[in-house]
């Protein structure tokens, strides 16, 4: 290493310091920009998939390579406020025909068959429905369906899957609930 053309033993030490740390934060900039990130969730329209506060990693590079799915869970700036992050699950893709009507969700004329279709729709947003997602767009729900704010919504609408910041892979807080998350 070219420390050792250093004299001073104690300059050395330090400069030996200083590249170790420096490494150390390239490292985790390269890390945290193009393979995981960390976010918390904020609010309850993922439960109860998720609750507010848990601590999730995102996987940043599970979309260099192809599109999210339908029932990808994914994380993206919310429009209104990029610096606030929106946490929701994929439910349609482009070409995806997305109705609102009897109270549920219809992709491609089929009732949305997921756990957290269950109970009726009682929020109906203020998207006008039928929609066709267009290509390179997501429609994107919360699982508590009557409590998000989501694509059904003018504000936040279909998402490019450009904006993606990546999809949820892990949660690790709180410990207890530590674990994979679909």
Known sequence: MFTSRIQNPILRNIVEWVVVIGLAVLLALLVRTFLFRITRVTGYSMEPSLSHGDVLILNR????????????????????????FFIKRVIATHGDVVDLRDDRFWINGYPLDDPFSELPVLSLG???FPLTVEEGYLFLLGDNRNMSRDSRCVTVGTVSESEMLGKVLVRFWPPANFGRVD
């Open 61 to 84: 590079f599970s979309y260099l390579f192809s599109s999210p799915q339908v029932g990808d869970i994914v994380a993206f700036p919310y429009p209104a406020d990029p610096s606030d």
């Open 126 to 128: 203020t998207m006008n």
